[in-house]
């Protein structure tokens, strides 16, 4: 399995400007990184994933870039909103050779504010 | 119906007691996850079932723990004898493809089940 590091501290940022957050990751580089949304009392919400042939990858105001060499992944929320407040999981695959068997990132907590 | 969905939404039981969590996976789903998340963490691994075969349960962490899917629809996650370490959030996933399948693999979560032991 992995080592998966992401921001333990909450990002506090003003609506309208853009929140970074990063995964980091220790051993074999996975097929693929997945990002989650997840609200107090709810599951995780799929965003995006992103190939380890594809550097970058654009979801509305959602942007993910994922540096094999470096061993990371970088999230970007641009134009944030108060409602983009939520705390965000990357997930990759557990082993090399499991599609589906995610292991997740503690989470990075992120408040907008108005 | 609309996604997955987990029953109760809260247990409370008593150290030693058996409990089931329940989950009901988005219809059609092949895969189906469960994971245990504590406080402050992200969800963790326990069992995989690819229609009604559990194909990996490496991450149960006891033999107390017991998972089922038997018509490859339903699924309930049983823990015996409870402990206070069980305590956490048991969420379920569920997925469209196998874990062959070569897709954007996005898993929908149920709401969890919080289970306290006292």
């Known amino acids: 399995s992995q080592k998966i590091e992401q921001n333990s501290e909450a990002l506090n940022i003003q609506e309208g400007k853009t929140a970074t957050l990063t995964c980091n990751y220790t051993?074999?580089?996975?097929?693929?990184l997945q990002w989650y949304r997840q609200d107090p009392g709810r599951g995780p919400v799929f965003l995006l994933l992103?190939?380890?042939?594809?550097k970058e990858k654009r979801k509305e105001r959602l942007k993910v870039t994922f540096d094999t060499t470096l061993k990371q992944s970088l999230f970007h929320i641009t134009a944030s909103q108060p409602a983009d407040s939520a705390t965000y999981l990357c997930?990759?695959?557990?082993?090399?050779?499991?599609?589906?068997?995610?292991?997740f990132g503690a989470g990075t907590q992120v408040v907008v504010t108005p | 119906g609309a996604g997955v969905s987990q029953s109760p939404r809260y247990k409370v039981a008593k150290r030693g007691q058996d409990v089931a969590l329940r989950c009901d996976p988005i219809?059609?789903?092949?895969?189906l996850f469960w994971y245990q998340q504590a406080l402050g963490q992200g969800p963790e691994f326990l069992t995989y079932?690819?229609?009604?075969?559990?194909?990996?349960k490496s991450g149960l962490p006891s033999d107390r723990f017991f998972a089922e899917r038997p018509e490859g629809s339903v699924s309930t996650l049983k823990i015996q004898r409870t402990q206070q370490e069980d305590s956490a959030v048991y969420l379920c996933?569920?997925?469209?493809?196998?874990?062959?399948?070569?897709?954007?693999?996005?898993?929908?979560f149920g709401p969890g089940t919080r289970l306290t032991v006292l």
């Open positions: 997930a990759l695959p557990m082993t090399t050779d499991s599609w589906g068997k995610l292991q």
């Open positions: 996933a569920s997925s469209l493809v196998s874990l062959t399948g070569v897709s954007d693999n996005e898993q929908f």
């Open positions: 051993n074999y580089s996975p097929a693929y």
């Open positions: 079932f690819q229609n009604e075969a559990q194909l990996d």
């Open positions: 992103i190939r380890e042939n594809e």
């Open positions: 219809s059609g789903h092949v895969s």
